[in-house]
């Protein structure tokens, strides 16, 4: 069965820092993999989205992300985080056809961004 | 991308009532899903919706409290019955293309049971 972890459920970065969020994943086949964010009151947004190919994937808003298949993790990086990056963040997996449906989704990581 | 309309955005509903949400799509998509999103927890896959037919449901969730219905390519409704506290939580609506890779998402209807 699929599962996705998201080891840290809050982070507090200084603005100007760089971000790591850790993802880690269960899935059986290759992995359809995705970043979504949600700011508070919105919809989910995607990030990115790993299929196959190149294992560093970027994304949106100056995210990228690394999929490393020895370690069962796609991890999502951002060099120098802006206040407005603050939101809610969920790594998740993708099982079904097409990847798009059936998403199964972490716990969240919450992004606080202080001056 | 597909714009996705969620009505109502918010609830506040008394037990043992039922509310039912709608989903509209700006262009026609093949899949579209019902998720739920309990305070604090990541989100639950509740079931495909499919159209013209009766909709797959995941386990833990069954037909009876969660009727859905997807008459055209375009529009869903989601059907939370006989409310409890244990209910409220936020009901998203996504929808993805037949081959398509990303899945977009409403923004959501808070339900708060009391």
């Known amino acids: 069965a699929q599962s996705v972890t998201q080891p840290d459920i809050h982070i507090t970065v200084s603005e100007g820092a760089s971000l790591e969020l850790r993802c880690n994943y269960s899935y059986g086949a290759t992995p359809y993999l995705f970043w979504y964010v949600q700011s508070p009151g919105q919809g989910l947004q995607l990030l990115l989205k790993?299929?196959?190919?190149?294992?560093l994937v970027q994304g949106i808003k100056g995210f990228e992300a690394e999929f490393k298949r020895s370690q069962s993790s796609f991890n999502l990086r951002k060099p120098s985080v802006h206040w407005s990056d603050a939101a809610e963040y969920f790594c998740a997996v993708g099982a079904g056809l097409t990847g798009a449906n059936n998403l199964f989704f972490g716990t969240g990581t919450r992004l606080t961004v202080i001056p | 991308s597909a714009v996705i309309s969620q009505k109502p955005s918010r609830d506040i509903c008394q037990r043992g009532t039922s509310l039912t949400i709608q989903c509209q799509v700006d262009s026609q998509v093949t899949m579209m899903f019902w998720y739920r999103q309990q305070p604090g927890q990541s989100l639950t896959l509740i079931a495909t919706?499919?159209?013209?037919?009766?909709?797959?449901?995941e386990s833990g969730f069954v037909i009876d409290k969660f009727p859905i219905s997807r008459p055209n390519l375009t529009f869903s409704t989601l059907t939370v019955s006989n409310m409890s506290p244990e209910d409220s939580s936020i009901y998203l609506c996504s929808v993805a293309a037949l081959m398509n890779t990303e899945a977009f998402f409403g923004q959501g209807t808070r339900l708060t049971v009391v």
């Open positions: 790993y299929f196959s190919g190149d294992t």
């Open positions: 919706a499919n159209q013209g037919s009766e909709a797959t449901y």
